[in-house]
Structure formats: C-alpha cells, structure tokens
C-alpha cells in the first residue's frame, strides 16, 4: 500500500485546494499570538488615559476602515472588543462559549475590511456547527485564532492546532475564496489525526474539503463559484475522491446513525491502523444499507451514480447540477 508523507504528530500543516485547484506545503510559526492589554496607571489618574489609550487602541484599525461596528454589523449577536491590532470576539451558542481571535499586526490591507468581517461571520456560522457534529467528541479548541498576515511564506493559509495563518494577499486577489478558511476550520475540527490509524493519509485533507462544502459560507454562494467538488473521472479513488465523501453522508446517513460522524470518530480515535481499514469500514457501515457490504463494492455503487459526475459549479448564489438534483447541505446539516 503506497504511503504519504508523514505529518508531525504534534503539528498539523495543512495547505487547502484553492480555487485555483493547487496545493503546496507550508509552514507557520509554533508561538500562539498574544493579544496586547491596555495598562492602567495610577487610579486617581485612570479616567483620562485610559479614554486616550483606548481611542489609541482600537484607532489603529479604525483609521484602516476596520472598525466594531463593520464587525457588529456582520454578526449582531457576538461580542467583538478591537485591542491594538486585535480583534477579539465571542459568543455562547448552543450552550458552548467559543472565542474567536483576530491577530492583524502583520495585515497589509490587501484583505479589505469588509472581508475581515465576512471571515469573522464564517466562523460563527460554520464553526460551531462542525463542532457540535464532530469537535465534542475530539476536544476540540473552542477557541480559534486567525493570523492574517502579508509576511508569511505561503501561497494561501495553514493550520497549526487552534490557530490559523491566512496570507494577507490570497483574499485581495481571489475575492471569492472565503471558504479557504473553511478547509482550516476543519484541521481544527479534527484536534490532530495520525495517519498510522488512517487508510490513507490522505483522508485528513478530504475531510477538510467536505467540510468546506457541506458546511461552505451561506450554503456555498461563494464556494460554489470557484471551487467544486471533482467528478469520479478526476478523483477516480476513495484516496483522492472528496465528493465520495459527500455521497456516503448524503446517501446512507441519518439522524439517529450518522455515518460520517462514525468516519470522523475512527479516524481519531486511533483504534484501526491502516492495515486493519477493512474493519473500519464495517464499523462504519454498521447499522445502514451498506453493513456487509466491502468497501470497494460501496466505491463502485457509488462510481456508478449520477451523484458521481453532476456538475458541481453554479455562478455566486446560483445552484450547480449537482444541488438540483440533491439537496446536500440542508440534509447534512439539519
């Protein structure tokens, strides 16, 4: 059986398939960024220089067009505080705090203001979702932090546990391409896979871009128009294939027996190595339609299907051939 490169137990790397359809490795640095504070002086002196220090704070944004209201106006419910060059931002939902962290000393303008606040309402609306689906069983972070910077030497953005790096000029230049961050959201999902326990490393990468479908910005009206999920022809294995992924889901899941979940739990837990996959994938079919059945047989129902060649492309808020036909996210996230 033929091997990938080994990530790092501890550290998860992960460069997303971009619109563009490339991917390349990347690196980040280990240090999660500290937020600044404002300091208060004496107390009989506090009233006036703490009014100066926090315009002094939170103006530097401001004078960038980034501002608490621009962020309120995005997403109403959250509570968003601007600290120098961070923004800070949490909420409850669903009984779970989540803080959301936005590290912005290295950002060069190139991802506009408006962007910054699109970034932020992703976040609140795909992150928990996926959280509550997969994170609780994993521990995963409820607390995320973005990193937009102009410096750092990637093409687009990289994950390193709970904080995400998004090259400050990857947005100024694929105006579309929110659900990037989508992809990250998901390697923070999985809280480190080990691909020793994986059929193929691979899986840890077509995760992540089922979630960036399934759970894409406003039902992938962005998404939609500049990345697809590619037919059984393009991804002709369950190696490669993210839309496989979809179809399982789609196909044989339920809300009392959620395959995908099941999919999820095995490829953290570490109980099956990658030898022993064969029962893995009769774990994962307990209790549905497919249960008997190997996974090269699945493979070929599905290979078989319309699911696996509809197009999967529509222009912004438009629905692709594939949605017509099957109504996938409102399904898989009900």
């Known amino acids: 059986?033929?091997?990938?490169?080994?990530?790092?137990?501890?550290?998860?790397?992960?460069?997303?398939?971009?619109?563009?359809?490339?991917?390349?490795?990347?690196?980040?640095?280990?240090?999660?960024?500290?937020?600044?504070?404002?300091?208060?002086?004496?107390?009989?002196?506090?009233?006036?220089?703490?009014s100066s220090s926090i315009q002094e704070k939170t103006g530097e944004l401001a004078e960038k067009g980034l501002t608490k209201e621009l962020l309120a106006k995005a997403m109403p419910d959250v509570n968003t505080v601007i600290n120098g060059t961070t923004v800070m931002q949490d909420s409850d939902i669903n009984g779970y705090p989540y803080t959301l962290t936005i590290d912005l000393k290295g950002w060069a303008g190139n991802t506009t203001p408006e962007q910054i606040a699109t970034l932020s309402r992703?976040?609140?609306?795909?992150?928990?979702?996926?959280?509550?689906?997969?994170?609780?069983?994993?521990?995963?972070?409820?607390?995320?932090?973005?990193?937009?910077?102009?410096?750092?030497?990637?093409?687009?953005?990289a994950t390193q546990r709970d904080v995400i790096y998004l090259q400050d000029k990857w947005l100024g230049q694929n105006k579309n391409d929110y659900d990037c961050i989508t992809h990250e959201l998901a390697h923070v999902i999985q809280n480190i896979w080990d691909e020793e326990y994986l059929e193929y490393s691979g899986y840890i990468e077509r995760f992540a871009d089922y979630c960036r479908y399934v759970y894409a910005l406003d039902d992938g009206y962005f998404n939609d128009s500049c990345?697809?999920?590619?037919?059984?022809?393009?991804?002709?294995?369950?190696?490669?294939?993210?839309?496989?992924?979809?179809w399982l889901d789609y196909t044989y899941s339920t809300?009392?027996?959620?395959?995908?979940?099941?999919?999820?739990?095995?490829?953290?837990?570490?109980?099956?190595?990658?030898?022993?996959?064969?029962?893995?994938?009769?774990?994962?079919?307990?209790?549905?339609?497919?249960?008997?059945?190997?996974?090269?047989?699945?493979?070929?129902?599905?290979?078989?299907?319309?699911?696996?060649?509809?197009?999967?492309?529509?222009?912004?808020?438009?629905?692709?051939?594939?949605?017509?036909?099957?109504?996938?996210?409102?399904?898989?996230?009900?």
């Not at 932090?145 to 953005?157: G, K, L, P, Q, S």
């Open 122 to 157: 992703l976040f609140w609306q795909s992150y928990p979702a996926m959280f509550e689906r997969f994170g609780v069983s994993s521990g995963a972070s409820r607390d995320v932090t973005f990193i937009i910077d102009v410096n750092y030497d990637y093409e687009i953005a």
């Open 255 to 334: 809300k009392d027996n959620d395959l995908m979940r099941r999919f999820y739990d095995i490829c953290y837990g570490k109980e099956y190595q990658t030898v022993d996959w064969e029962s893995a994938w009769a774990e994962i079919f307990k209790n549905t339609e497919l249960e008997g059945k190997e996974i090269d047989e699945v493979w070929g129902i599905f290979a078989e299907s319309d699911f696996a060649i509809y197009d999967s492309t529509s222009e912004a808020g438009g629905r692709s051939q594939l949605l017509i036909n099957y109504d996938i996210r409102n399904k898989l996230k009900a």
């Open 1 to 50: 059986m033929k091997r990938k490169t080994i990530i790092p137990a501890l550290l998860s790397f992960a460069l997303l398939t971009a619109c563009a359809g490339g991917s390349e490795s990347s690196s980040a640095d280990s240090s999660k960024p500290q937020t600044e504070s404002v300091t208060v002086s004496e107390p009989a002196q506090s009233s006036q220089q703490d």
């Open 227 to 246: 990345w697809c999920l590619k037919d059984v022809f393009a991804e002709d294995s369950r190696e490669t294939s993210v839309r496989f992924l979809v």
